[in-house]
Structures are given as structure tokens and as C-alpha cells.
T-cell receptor
């Protein structure tokens, strides 16, 4: 069974641009969560989707948004990029309704650099 | 303010030693506590704890939660160099659409041969 896949793996953008990251969960998993990891702030929860609905949300500005499709694939969008958005963005999938209380499997991450 | 604090922040031991990592938390509406291991890649799930006093074990790793004192420990016995990693503690709190996951700073463990 294939693991969680994220694309692209690396991305370089400039301030003010917008970016879309993609996450494909493990086959059969219906819940996807997104995280931001930086050296200064550590790992921070962005949001969680289940059955195309956002179930939980972290403390990030509205520039960060996401969605989930009927096949459980999820996308995360960041608009008007800032230098501080440079980070490793991880997504995790799990089988059941709330991935925050169940075993989560992480993807390899997308390394975003904002210049 | 909701927070999760891990200690120590870093630790150096030798193979065969036993280590104890600590995680304390202050959150509203606690739901569960999770431990992860992160090497030079994405975190790997270790344990999820919801009930106080019940130990979870997986090989040489074990963890227990104390909901009264608001902390958890992760024990690793007979450490090996492959245990070198950052160990992350996270707490899920809240309910429904207001649920959030807060991570601690992590404990960097280095196991020397």
C-alpha cells in the first residue's frame, strides 16, 4: 500500500505570490491534517479535513486555506506569501473520522522557501 | 494560554542506557496526548494516550499519562543509536470543530555507541 504522498517536494516562491500544495492520503484514509514546521515555532497544526469538510483549525491567518476532494486528496493554499511562511509543510492521513485522535501517517513534506 | 512543555530539550546518552522524556501540559478540554518520533524526515506516530494511569508499550518504548498532574512520560529502555531522534509530544484539546493540536518543542535525543 502506498504511503502519504505530497507534491511538490520543494518549492521556491517570492513574497506576495500564492502557492498550492497537494497531499494524497493512504488509500482508504478519509482524514487529512496539515502542519507547518519551522525551527523557531516547531510543529504547528494548521487544519484537518474529513469527508470534504474542515473539522478542526489551528491559529493561522486566513491566508492559509485548504480543501479536500471527494477522493480524499487535499490541497493547501497560502496566499500573499510572507518570508515567515518558509517552512516544511507536512500532511498526515488517518483512517477514521478525526485524525487527531487516531494513528496518523505523515507524508514526506513540502519544503517551501519564500524569497 | 494553552501550552505543552517538554523536558529536557536535549539529551545525550550511551547505548544501553534508559531514558525518560517528560511532557507537561496546560490546556482546556483535554482529549488526548500523542508522542511522535522524528528523524530527518516526517514524524512517526508512537503512542496516543487518553486514560490516566494506563501504560502503553511498544517494544523498548513505553508511555504513561497522569491526567491529575497533567503530564506524560516516554521511557526508552536499552537505548540504541537508532533511537537518536527528536521526540515530540502533542496534546489534542477542545471538541468538535474547535479541537486543536498543540506540540511541544521536542526533546532531541542522541544515543552514542
Amino acid at each position: 500500500k502506498a504511503g502519504v504522498t505530497q507534491t511538490p517536494r520543494y518549492l521556491i516562491k517570492t513574497r506576495g505570490q500564492q502557492v498550492t500544495l497537494s497531499c494524497s492520503p493512504i488509500s482508504g484514509h478519509r482524514s487529512v491534517s496539515w502542519y507547518q514546521q519551522t525551527p523557531g515555532q516547531g510543529l504547528q497544526f494548521l487544519f484537518e479535513y474529513f469527508s470534504e469538510t474542515q473539522r478542526n483549525k489551528g491559529n493561522f491567518p486566513g491566508r492559509f486555506s485548504g480543501r479536500q476532494f471527494s477522493n480524499s486528496r487535499s490541497e493547501m493554499n497560502v496566499s500573499t506569501l510572507e518570508l515567515g511562511d518558509s517552512a516544511l509543510y507536512l500532511c498526515a492521513s488517518s483512517l477514521v473520522a478525526s485524525s487527531l485522535t487516531d494513528t496518523q501517517y505523515f507524508g514526506p513534506g513540502t519544503r517551501l522557501t519564500v524569497l | 494560554e494553552d501550552k505543552v512543555v517538554q523536558s529536557p530539550l536535549s539529551l545525550v546518552v550511551h547505548e544501553g542506557d534508559t531514558v525518560t522524556l517528560n511532557c507537561s501540559y496546560e490546556v482546556t478540554n483535554f482529549r488526548s496526548l500523542l508522542w511522535y518520533k522524528q528523524e530527518k524526515k516526517a514524524p512517526t506516530f508512537l503512542f496516543m494516550l487518553t486514560s490516566s494511569g494506563i501504560e502503553k508499550k511498544s517494544g523498548r518504548l513505553s508511555s504513561i499519562l497522569d491526567k491529575k498532574e497533567l503530564f506524560s512520560i516516554l521511557n526508552i529502555t536499552a537505548t540504541q543509536t537508532g533511537d537518536s531522534a527528536v521526540y515530540l509530544c502533542a496534546v489534542y484539546h477542545g471538541s468538535g470543530n474547535t479541537g486543536k493540536l498543540i506540540f511541544g518543542q521536542g526533546t532531541t535525543l542522541q544515543v552514542k555507541p
